[in-house]
């Protein structure tokens, strides 16, 4: 059975910095393509960032110098970690995992099968 669990997230101010983590169970996660995605409000799954096998990062423009992705392959483990937060990082967060995917999908909600079941990002003013 395949499971993300996800955890941290929270209320911070802006300029500050928070970590989610997304614990994976049913498959080691250096052998899949892993995502991070929100959704604000009323809007479409955003894609965040991505991570290929190879390593590889994709990055929105939007969070591009201020968000990283990290492994832990030992612990099974995908991590966000938002720096310098703004009021409009604020949504809902979700990590994703899916079998190889192509740059071009990398980012697209579409692509992953696979989702924790989510984190409150909420950046105040």
């Known amino acids: 059975q395949v499971l993300l669990v996800q955890s941290g997230g929270g209320s911070v101010q802006a300029g500050g910095s928070l970590r989610l983590s997304c614990v994976v169970s049913g498959f080691p996660i250096s052998s899949r393509s892993l995502g991070w995605f929100r959704q604000a409000p009323g809007k479409g799954r955003e894609g965040v960032l991505a991570i290929a096998i190879d390593g590889g990062t994709t990055y929105a423009d939007s969070v591009r110098g201020r968000f990283a992705v990290s492994t832990d392959n030992a612990e099974n483990t995908l991590y966000l970690q938002m720096n310098s937060l703004k009021p409009e990082d604020t949504a809902m967060y979700y990590c994703?995992?899916?079998?190889?995917?192509?740059?071009?999908?990398?980012?697209?909600?579409?692509?992953?099968?696979?989702w924790g079941q989510g984190a409150q990002v909420t950046v105040s003013s």
């Open positions: 994703a995992a899916e079998r190889k995917l192509t740059d071009a999908s990398r980012l697209l909600a579409s692509s992953y099968r696979y």
